[in-house]
């Protein structure tokens, strides 16, 4: 990538997907959150990068129910990421 490249791609080029991350599935019933539990449990303790190929491994239909927990990488990468912006990311990290 040339540094004019890198200058187009924007902040979404400085996103670490070796940052430490947890994939979280909240508890279910019917395929929709139960919000009023103990909160989302852990099912993946490792990198950002992982967290999401462990994520779009599962259906799109359950997707909702899980959510990766990371460091902030501002503006992309928020502590909680839910399912629309995991996708998002995905599909952005083949540029990044």
């Known amino acids: ?23 979280r599935k909240w508890p279910s019933l019917n395929n929709q ?9 852990m099912l993946l303790d490792g990198t950002l990068d992982e967290c999401i190929m462990e994520f779009m491994a599962k ?7 899980y959510e990766i927990q990371t460091a902030p990488q501002p503006p992309l990468v928020t502590e909680t990421l839910l399912s629309e912006h ?9 540029f990044l």
């Open 1 to 23: 990538m040339t540094g004019n490249e890198r200058r187009e791609a924007g902040p979404y080029s400085h996103v670490d997907f070796n940052a430490p991350a947890v994939l």
């Open 33 to 41: 959150r139960r919000t009023e539990s103990t909160g989302p449990y």
């Open 59 to 65: 259906p799109e239909s359950t997707r909702h129910l």
């Open 86 to 94: 995991v996708a998002e990311l995905a599909r952005l990290r083949e």
